[in-house]
């Protein structure tokens, strides 16, 4: 087990404990755990353990109702100003129930069991929480950590294989924007990761929760460093919420077309943005989208944090080495579309 401690957040995020050992980690509180259905469904003797509340699933159901929902039933339970929230689940189940505790009572002490791959490297770290409102995505939240984060592989067994793919995706970023090594590790292994070698996955885990750490730990408020983290995010929102991709499989695509815009305004050499699209392919992710330009487009002007006339888009100087390039929304609307008329003659 590893384990790293995240400065000024009073936050230690535990890669490769076993969530079996959680009560070596509760404080002597009275402890409500919020999941979701399929975590219910595969670990109903752990939950039941614990009173517990069970969310639905998926993206819908990120909203004010389950914040409303969870409350009301945390007050049947008799929950106080003293009690503990454990969220077990993927980042949605940490998301809310990181933003219930934060406002219950005037907030809350809260961990998490985090059970899918993006959520182990990613949600996991940062104290980011939130809900949707509306189709504006984590439009209400506040930055608040957890005590502790359990990232245990053993159950990324239960997770869909898509999923799993889509933490690859996140993964993968975190190599690109930071970590050559990481990257050659991941070109290196791939078949040994995408079969969940339990020590290999550990020391993944641990590679790319570092990486996010060390830039959380620089940027907390993401203020300038922490928005190399949303490299291929911009355009991989837009493809996320008009297709059926999950996040890791839309940012896959992002990360393919910043990459491709990397080489005109960054200097990334041709072979490197080759090379990110193999590994990316390596990993079974798609790297190409058939959403329009168009739609891509007024997707950004309307993102909520897009309402100026120019973006700090992420581009990448070479693999491991990102920059944060502003750049007029006009301009980038107009190389988009270049980009997804390319990459028809690309693939
Ligand atoms: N706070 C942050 O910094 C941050 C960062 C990235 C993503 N997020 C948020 O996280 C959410 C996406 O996270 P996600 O990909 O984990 O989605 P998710 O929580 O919806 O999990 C994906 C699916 O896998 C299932 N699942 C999770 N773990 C499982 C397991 N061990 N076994 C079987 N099924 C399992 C879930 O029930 C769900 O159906 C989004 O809402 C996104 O906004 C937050
Ligand atoms: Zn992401």
Redesign the pocket.
């Known amino acids: 087990m590893k384990s790293i401690r995240i400065k000024n957040q009073n936050s230690t995020i535990l890669i490769g404990e076993s969530y079996k050992n959680i009560s070596n980690y509760l404080p002597e509180k009275k402890c409500f755990l919020i999941c ?4 219910y469904r ?1 670990y109903t003797q752990f939950v039941e353990q614990f009173d517990y509340i069970v969310m639905g ?3 819908s159901i ?1 909203t004010w109702s389950s914040v409303e929902m969870i409350i009301e039933k945390l007050l049947d339970f008799g929950a106080d100003r003293n009690s503990f929230l454990l969220g077990m ?7 809310v129930t ?1 933003f219930v505790a934060s406002i219950f009572m005037r907030g809350l002490d809260f961990g998490f069991i985090s ?2 791959l ?2 182990q490297v ?2 996991s ?2 104290g ?2 939130g809900v949707n409102f509306g189709k504006l ?2 439009m209400i939240g506040v930055f608040n950590p957890p005590q502790f984060v359990i990232c245990d592989p053993i ?2 067994k ?3 294989k898509r ?1 799993i793919r ?2 690859f995706g ?1 993964i993968i970023k975190h190599a690109f924007i930071k970590d050559e090594n990481l990257f050659l590790f991941l070109k290196k292994n791939k078949e040994n990761l995408l079969n969940l070698n339990a020590n290999l996955m550990e020391d993944l885990i641990y590679r790319a929760v570092s990486i996010k750490t060390n830039v959380v730990e620089n940027d907390p408020l993401e203020k300038g460093e922490r928005k190399k983290l949303n490299f291929g995010h911009t355009i991989g929102h837009a493809i996320e919420n008009n297709s059926d991709l ?3 499989e839309a940012v896959s695509v992002g990360m393919v077309l910043a990459s491709k815009l990397s080489e005109s305004e960054t200097n990334l050499s041709h072979s490197d943005s080759k090379e990110i699209k193999n590994l990316l392919e390596d990993f079974e992710l798609p790297v190409a989208t058939n959403v329009s330009s168009d739609i891509i487009n007024e997707y950004l002007v309307k993102d909520k944090k897009k309402n100026r006339s120019s973006i700090d888009f992420i581009l990448l100087n070479k693999i491991g080495e990102a920059s944060i390039q502003p750049m007029a929304i006009d301009t980038l609307k107009s190389k988009i579309i270049s980009l997804i008329e390319n990459q028809k003659t690309n693939c």
Do not use: Q, R, W
């Open positions: 979701d259905e399929n975590i595969n699933c998926g993206e990120k689940g993927g980042g949605l189940v940490s998301d990181g059970t899918s993006l959520s990613d949600a770290v940062g980011k929480n995505k984590n159950l990324l239960t997770l869909p999923e889509s933490g996140e999950t996040h890791g």
